[in-house]
């Protein structure tokens, strides 16, 4: 078969947290005859991570890891990524005669700088929305112990969890996309190629606001089916994305102060010290802090805020190095002479005692950040207290 490498089809990202409205805004989008947006690719996050494989591989996880290292460092890694999702994209848009490809994948904030150094000039849209009622979804539709983050100690035995490579709650993640994902996203506001648009007002004026999305991606929002929830195959068959969707019959508005009964007061006061009241001014919802200040919230201070920030960047700087346990099995453990099954075991226990050093560096830093954590929400408790008792 046939390939035109040069073709490069548009493509652009929507980005946002999860439970922040970027599945209803791809639905709307893809309602365009020319734009094409289907539930979560998520493949930027697997062209980053090329060459990293699970530690129980029985390769082992660090000659592929070496190998494809070796291989692509004489490449320009960066072109392959780029021909490989010009060709995923292209085909999805051929199969769906459509123009432009929309990949709506809520953790890309994870991975922004691969992102810009793949597709530097393709559009982002940016949805924002206010992290009290991105909580309380995580809460009504997840499950997710809000309170949980309470508990420092906790926190950080997770987050080791994680850096060893051992499964986590689901909570880490949640919690990683409020404390380290809000803020890197805040941040591209403002940049160019990048649309901003508000969840509260998508849902109070979606035509008005799909119209002007759409324009902004250079076409014609005279062509925009109205903003209303239709059932699409491609929601209805993918298993990823907000399936409340599908129980949707029309858009209301009726989400934007659901928050405040859903979140005990107790609740909305980590969310408050998770992202910070300077943070919370600065994306425009300030308006709702003053409801959690007014039913009981305080507010803590940047200290407590950037301590939550440090502990969670720490497991994440610390992450790509730790590598994982391989069964030590090599390509020289196959030589007839058993000299290379002997050198395969001993980097087997060289990695292993590595690992096991490395594990032991992470329980201990992450153990004293918690601990400076905890120590910091009781000082700030105890202020309180005293300030109440005046």
Same mark, same amino acid.
């Given at each position: 078969?046939?390939?035109? =490498?040069?073709?490069?089809?548009?493509?652009?990202?929507?980005?946002?947290?999860?439970?922040?409205?970027? %599945?209803?805004?791809?639905?709307?989008?893809?309602?365009?005859?020319?734009?094409?947006?289907?539930?979560?690719?998520?493949?930027?996050?697997?062209?980053?991570?090329?060459? %990293?494989?699970?530690? $129980?591989?029985?390769?082992?996880?660090?000659? #592929?890891?070496?190998?494809?290292?070796?291989?692509?460092?004489?490449?320009?890694?960066?072109?392959?990524?780029?021909?490989?999702?010009?060709?995923?994209?292209?085909?999805?848009?051929?199969?769906?005669?459509?123009?432009?490809?929309?990949?709506?994948?809520?953790?890309?904030?994870?991975?922004?700088?691969?992102?810009?150094?793949?597709?530097?000039?393709?559009?982002?849209? =940016?949805?924002?929305?206010?992290?009290?009622?991105?909580?309380?979804? =995580? /809460?009504?539709?997840?499950?997710?112990?809000?309170?949980?983050?309470?508990?420092?100690?906790?926190?950080?035995?997770?987050?080791?969890? =994680?850096? !060893?490579?051992?499964?986590?709650?689901?909570? @880490?993640?949640?919690?990683?996309?409020?404390?380290?994902?809000?803020?890197? +996203?805040?941040?591209?506001?403002?940049? !160019?190629?990048?649309?901003? &648009?508000?969840?509260?007002?998508?849902?109070?004026?979606?035509?008005?606001?799909?119209?002007? &999305?759409?324009?902004? +991606?250079?076409?014609?929002?005279?062509?925009?089916?109205?903003? /209303?929830?239709?059932?699409?195959?491609?929601?209805?068959?993918?298993?990823?994305?907000?399936?409340?969707?599908?129980? /949707?019959?029309?858009?209301?508005?009726?989400?934007?102060?659901?928050?405040?009964?859903?979140?005990?007061?107790?609740?909305?006061?980590?969310?408050?010290?998770?992202?910070?009241?300077?943070?919370?001014?600065?994306?425009?919802?300030?308006?709702?802090?003053?409801?959690?200040?007014?039913?009981?919230? #305080?507010?803590?201070?940047?200290? @407590?805020?950037?301590?939550?920030?440090?502990?969670?960047?720490?497991?994440?700087?610390?992450?790509?190095?730790?590598?994982?346990?391989?069964?030590?099995?090599?390509?020289?453990? !196959?030589?007839?002479?058993?000299?290379?099954?002997?050198?395969?075991?001993?980097?087997?226990?060289?990695?292993?005692? $590595? +690992?096991?050093?490395?594990?032991?560096?992470?329980?201990?830093?992450?153990?004293?950040?918690?601990?400076?954590?905890?120590?910091?929400?009781? &000082?700030? /408790?105890?202020?309180?207290?005293?300030?109440?008792?005046?």
């Amino acid at each position: 078969m046939s390939r035109d =490498l040069s073709y490069s089809p548009t493509v652009g990202f929507l980005l946002g947290l999860p439970r922040s409205g970027t %599945t209803l805004l791809a639905h709307l989008l893809q309602r365009h005859p020319d734009i094409m947006s289907p539930p979560e690719p998520w493949l930027m996050l697997a062209l980053e991570a090329f060459g %990293t494989v699970d530690h $129980r591989h029985p390769a082992g996880s660090s000659l #592929v890891e070496a190998a494809t290292s070796e291989f692509m460092d004489r490449i320009d890694r960066a072109v392959v990524s780029r021909a490989l999702a010009d060709a995923a994209y292209g085909q999805y848009l051929t199969a769906a005669s459509k123009r432009t490809f929309i990949d709506k994948t809520p953790r890309y904030w994870m991975v922004l700088d691969f992102l810009d150094s793949i597709y530097p000039e393709a559009p982002r849209i =940016l949805i924002m929305r206010n992290p009290y009622a991105i909580a309380a979804s =995580l /809460k009504s539709t997840w499950d997710i112990p809000l309170l949980s983050a309470s508990c420092p100690s906790a926190i950080a035995s997770c987050l080791t969890d =994680l850096a !060893r490579g051992l499964p986590t709650p689901a909570v @880490v993640s949640c919690l990683a996309d409020l404390v380290l994902g809000l803020p890197t +996203l805040a941040a591209l506001r403002g940049r !160019r190629q990048t649309q901003v &648009v508000q969840y509260e007002l998508l849902v109070t004026r979606p035509d008005e606001e799909i119209r002007r &999305v759409i324009a902004g +991606l250079g076409h014609d929002p005279a062509d925009a089916a109205s903003a /209303k929830v239709e059932q699409a195959d491609i929601f209805r068959s993918s298993t990823f994305g907000d399936r409340k969707i599908l129980e /949707k019959k029309a858009i209301d508005d009726r989400s934007v102060q659901a928050w405040r009964t859903a979140l005990s007061t107790e609740e909305m006061q980590v969310v408050t010290d998770l992202i910070g009241t300077e943070l919370l001014i600065e994306l425009g919802y300030e308006q709702d802090l003053r409801y959690a200040e007014q039913v009981g919230t #305080v507010d803590r201070g940047p200290a @407590v805020t950037e301590a939550y920030r440090q502990l969670f960047r720490t497991c994440w700087d610390l992450r790509g190095g730790t590598g994982g346990a391989s069964f030590g099995v090599s390509t020289h453990a !196959r030589e007839p002479n058993g000299i290379g099954q002997q050198a395969g075991e001993s980097s087997s226990v060289s990695e292993a005692q $590595r +690992l096991a050093e490395k594990t032991e560096e992470h329980l201990r830093l992450m153990n004293s950040m918690a601990e400076q954590l905890e120590q910091a929400l009781r &000082v700030a /408790k105890g202020g309180h207290d005293s300030w109440l008792g005046h």
